[in-house]
């Protein structure tokens, strides 16, 4: 075989190689972006439903969005730290505890900022979170 077509070949399959990688990448770069922009949309709607369930501020259609918030396409990690905190915060919890409940809520928030990719340089430690009740109904 002539030696500028052994060359030729060479090039046109490197290059055909090189544009798959590219495009596969792109692609993939693409489908995390989309992954992590509904996840984001999920745990909004998520957190914004708490405002529905808290104390006076507790309405059926509050605890309707939490419900339906809570339908989450999410990591494992993230669904079975809700799932923790659905028991304890649960109508039907026979010992509600406040300390159970606040540690639940900053490991639920913790996993979810986790989960998104924000708590690299988080300290657990000094972050706390809580849920407020405006005290508008009541």
Sequence with gaps: ?????IVAT??????????TLTFWFT????????VRKQK???YRDLINSFSGI??????????KHFARACSLIASQEVLIALQAFQHEIRKSNPEPS????????KKLMLTIRSDLGLAKKDDPEKLNFYLWCS???G
């Design 10 to 19: 060479i090039s046109a399959v490197a290059s055909i190689f090189a544009a």
């Design 40 to 42: 984001l949309e999920h």
């Design 54 to 63: 808290v104390g006076s501020d507790s309405t059926p259609e509050g605890q």
């Design 1 to 5: 075989m002539d030696m500028p077509i």
């Design 135 to 137: 005290g508008a109904n």
């Design 98 to 105: 406040v300390g159970r409940h606040d540690a639940l809520l």
């Design 27 to 34: 692609k993939h770069k693409e489908r995390e972006a989309e």
